[in-house]
């Protein structure tokens, strides 16, 4: 099978634009590599807040390997350390999340932003979740649309719905929502399930469920679950796809379909 024909045959994202580009739309029916390379080609810049969680630091990595942007810049609380030569170039902004206005700065100049930025209500207490899953990351939007941002990537949850009565998808519903309102040029959410990676905290209830999800058939799995590079790819591949769409949503399914693209059209 040709790469054109495979990419042609990956399922759909849902989404919830008017209309714009799809994998079925004749515009997607160039590969993967040549939408990268055409990305390239625009040098564009890019910040990524929460690059030192379990997916944000896999979406710096990817995107070094990938070379999509000419300059990467991540913003966060504290300096991050990198011994590889491959971050050489990557600047880094220090913020103080409580008084991000102060920082506007930080926020200027990137074409797109990423943000993988969260806590969890055992981590931080439930004033703490709402603090930084919802506060900063509004906030932070703010800032980045402000400061001519055109393309806002949302690392939400699978389930995110503001009238839950869970406190962890309420707030994941209630900032995707109120990011939608800053009307970016584009706005992607992803709805990932578990996320399936080697955490270095100790989160025993996660890394229970991860043993679970990791112990069943993938097809089974699959529905609640999915790997972090996975993730990461999804965002990515969408990211150096053309889209006239102001707002698309993700879902578990639609990520694997995108992130797995990547794999099999890999020259
Ligand atoms: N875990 C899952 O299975 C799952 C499933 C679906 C969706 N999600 C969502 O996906 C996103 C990313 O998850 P993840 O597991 O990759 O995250 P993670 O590993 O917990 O990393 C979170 C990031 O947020 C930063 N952060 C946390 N508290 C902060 C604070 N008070 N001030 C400033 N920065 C702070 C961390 O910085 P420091 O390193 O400085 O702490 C880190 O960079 C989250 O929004 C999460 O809710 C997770």
Known sequence: MSRTRRLRGVNNPCSRGE????FNNPSMAETLPNLQEDFRMQNKSVFILGASGETGKVLVKEILEQSLFSKVTLIGRRKLTFEEEAY???NQEVVDFEKLDDYASAFQGHDVGFCCLGTTKKKAGAEGFVRVDRDYVL???ELAKAGGCKHFNLLSSQGADRSSSFLYLQIKGEVEAKVEELEFDRYSIFRPGVLLCDRQESRPSEWLIRKFFGSLPESWARPYSVPVVTVVRAMLNNAVRPSDKKMELLDN???????????????
């Open 88 to 90: 050489k170039n990557v």
């Open 19 to 22: 209309d714009g580009p799809s």
């Open 139 to 141: 906030k932070s939007a």
């Open 253 to 267: 399914k639609a990520i694997y379909a995108l992130g797995k693209a990547h794999d099999t059209l890999k020259p």
